[in-house]
């Protein structure tokens, strides 16, 4: 058996059409969505992320904005660069690009984010109306992923789903998300004992470790939806995931590659909920 591939690529460009449409729909009201992303550092990663989240932005008719800053940059300057933006009318999504510098509370920065232009769904106000179930903001990946299920028709209600990690950004979210869907959720991550006998339980195994290729064949089990969030570069310039795809698409039903699987969807998932910040606004 070979796994079906889920084209996220081509996924995401299906959900940034909608999008389109709908920023069109906003500009005839008189509204442009305005994303601005502030980037502190120089980290290279990073600002490969923001340059094409301003890409695609741009590319929807979007106003977007870059406001870069030196690592040095004190805590306090960034909170009043955030405070300035919390009050600006034509700013509809903030975003504050991760890691920040060790002198930096990234906690503390997130929470002075307005909730009503938190696009990145980590303000504390959005992560319980998820918990809830109630509208909000949801994080990018873990919504970009509810919708790499659906657009490939993979049903989520009464399905087994484990997760393998336990972060804020991924992890945490992506199991609420599921339960809302009716999803029996299992989080396990790199310490849990014996993680083969959760894995191959999995109707829907999602991998966010962090770790390259930790999630193998003999994980997985047949016919599941594999869903890898990792993303590394060997020595060789390779891009791979937290799977190992060739020994796990043998046995998978489905499965997202890297590159071109999850990445795109997360950011237009970042592009919906901008959209849909500045419609909340137009109400």
């Known amino acids: 058996m070979t796994a079906t591939i889920i084209d996220g690529k081509a996924i995401a460009e299906q959900v940034i059409e909608k999008v389109k449409h709908r920023v069109t729909k906003l500009q005839q009201q008189g509204i442009t969505p305005g994303l601005t992303v ?6 290279a990663a990073s600002q490969t992320y923001v340059g094409s989240k301003e890409r695609t932005s741009k590319r929807l008719g979007m106003n977007s904005t870059v406001i870069q800053k030196p690592s040095s940059i004190s805590e306090q300057e960034l909170l009043e660069i955030i ?33 009503q232009k938190d696009v990145d769904g980590f303000h504390p106000l959005n992560v319980g109306k998820l918990l809830l179930d109630q509208q909000g903001f949801i994080p990018c990946t873990p919504f970009g992923i509810i919708q790499l299920l659906d657009y490939a028709g993979i049903s989520i209600e009464g399905k087994h789903a484990v997760i393998v990690g336990r972060s804020n950004i991924v992890g945490k979210p992506m199991g609420q998300l599921l339960l809302n869907r009716h999803a029996t959720v299992t989080y396990t991550h790199s310490r849990t004992p014996n993680l083969k006998d959760f894995t191959t339980q999995a109707d829907i195994l999602i991998v966010a470790t962090g770790q390259p290729s930790m999630i193998t064949g003999e994980h997985i089990k047949p016919g599941a939806a594999v869903i890898d969030v990792g993303i590394h570069r060997d020595s060789d310039g390779r891009l791979s995931g937290d799977v190992a795809f060739d020994s796990a698409k043998d046995v998978a039903g489905a499965i997202t590659p890297v590159p071109g699987g999850v990445g795109p969807m997360t950011i237009a998932m970042l592009m919906e909920n901008t959209c849909l910040s500045a419609e909340r606004q137009a109400e």
Do not use: T
Request: no cysteine; proline share 10%; net charge negative.
């Open 38 to 43: 502030v980037l502190v550092g120089e980290d």
């Open 83 to 115: 405070q300035e933006l919390n009050a600006a009318p034509d700013v509809h999504g903030i975003l504050v690009q991760l890691p920040l510098p060790k002198h930096i509370d990234e906690n503390k920065v997130l929470q002075s984010i307005d909730p």
